[in-house]
């Protein structure tokens, strides 16, 4: 059994295949390095600059989207942020500081995925794998900053217009109102990524760009329901223009589609 173990690596190793132990190896590696910067970051975030929880880059953070929100909401002079736990403050600047902490290390996240799956395919494929992460990070980038400069405020300024119209006064509890913007970032973002999950699914051969296109019609329906059904205001507004943005990155993954086939060919 131990020459045919050695046998084995041996021939793993002239062939320059990497033993199960090493793929185990290189994961954990990854994953050490992942880990050990969220955790390192995140300190960052709840403790400096002065060593003050209260005055630290995450509860910064906190009081600069709190401002940016309020101030592009119409009627704001009249809302107030209460909390209703002594630790609801703290869990809102942790939660802020996790948040940004995964932010600022997404191109970290990708790029050890991109470095341990490299080995397992050809130079071709790798240059497509990059190609799909890069626009990964761009993606997200463009869903990050249009969702919290437009999506977002206009959403809570149509809320809480909403509410007002009705002759109540709002008092938000500060950890559902930062568990709100935790939910429409997500939701704003996330779909900036379609354009990807198109180019993967061409890449791996389960769509083209012909069968895209001859499913167009039924797919802007389902975009449109998906919108309707996730934006949170009774208007049309925030519908419509998730809408058409989700519309605008479909057309752009067939469009994405159509070069990696071009690619193959």
Same mark, same amino acid.
């Given at each position: 059994?131990?020459?045919?173990?050695?046998?084995?690596?041996?021939?793993?190793?002239? *062939?320059?295949?990497?033993?199960?132990?090493?793929?185990?190896?290189?994961?954990?590696?990854?994953?050490?390095?992942?880990?050990?910067?969220?955790?390192?970051?995140?300190?960052?975030?709840?403790?400096?600059?002065?060593? *003050?929880?209260?005055? *630290?880059?995450?509860?910064?953070?906190?009081? +600069?989207? &709190?401002?940016?929100?309020?101030?592009?909401?119409?009627?704001?002079?009249?809302?107030?942020?209460?909390?209703?736990?002594? /630790?609801?403050?703290?869990?809102?600047?942790?939660? #802020?500081?996790?948040?940004?902490?995964?932010?600022?290390?997404?191109?970290?996240?990708?790029? &050890?995925?991109?470095?341990?799956?490299?080995?397992?395919?050809?130079? !071709?494929?790798?240059?497509? =794998?990059?190609?799909?992460?890069?626009?990964?990070?761009?993606?997200?980038?463009?869903?990050?900053?249009?969702?919290?400069?437009?999506?977002?405020?206009?959403?809570?300024?149509?809320?809480?217009?909403?509410? #007002?119209?009705?002759?109540?006064?709002?008092?938000?509890?500060?950890? !559902?109102?930062?568990?709100?913007?935790?939910?429409?970032?997500? #939701?704003?973002?996330?779909?900036?990524?379609?354009?990807?999950?198109?180019?993967?699914?061409?890449?791996?051969?389960?769509?083209?760009?012909?069968?895209?296109?001859?499913?167009?019609?039924?797919?802007? =329906?389902?975009?449109?329901?998906?919108?309707?059904?996730?934006?949170?205001?009774?208007?049309?507004?925030?519908?419509? =223009?998730?809408?058409? /943005? #989700?519309?605008?990155?479909?057309?752009?993954?067939?469009?994405?589609?159509?070069? +990696?086939?071009?690619?193959?060919?």
């Amino acid at each position: 059994m131990k020459k045919t173990g050695k046998a084995v690596k041996a021939k793993d190793k002239a *062939s320059g295949r990497k033993s199960v132990v090493e793929h185990l190896e290189e994961l954990r590696k990854r994953l050490i390095i992942s880990i050990g910067s969220f955790l390192g970051l995140f300190i960052v975030f709840i403790i400096l600059p002065g060593f *003050s929880f209260a005055d *630290s880059y995450g509860a910064r953070l906190m009081k +600069f989207i &709190q401002g940016y929100m309020l101030g592009n909401i119409k009627g704001a002079a009249a809302l107030n942020l209460v909390f209703l736990d002594p /630790l609801e403050p703290v869990f809102t600047v942790m939660k #802020l500081s996790a948040l940004a902490t995964l932010a600022v290390l997404a191109p970290l996240f990708v790029y &050890q995925v991109y470095a341990y799956l490299k080995p397992a395919f050809t130079r !071709k494929t790798s240059n497509y =794998l990059f190609v799909l992460m890069l626009g990964f990070e761009i993606f997200f980038i463009l869903g990050a900053v249009f969702s919290f400069c437009l999506l977002i405020p206009a959403s809570f300024d149509i809320l809480i217009r909403f509410g #007002l119209s009705t002759g109540a006064l709002p008092s938000l509890s500060m950890g !559902k109102f930062f568990d709100m913007f935790f939910w429409m970032f997500l #939701l704003f973002t996330l779909p900036f990524e379609l354009p990807v999950l198109i180019g993967v699914l061409s890449k791996a051969g389960i769509v083209t760009r012909k069968m895209l296109t001859k499913i167009r019609k039924p797919v802007y =329906l389902g975009l449109v329901i998906f919108a309707a059904a996730v934006t949170p205001d009774p208007t049309i507004f925030s519908m419509s =223009l998730l809408s058409v /943005l #989700l519309i605008i990155l479909f057309e752009f993954g067939i469009i994405l589609s159509y070069f +990696f086939e071009k690619g193959e060919n």
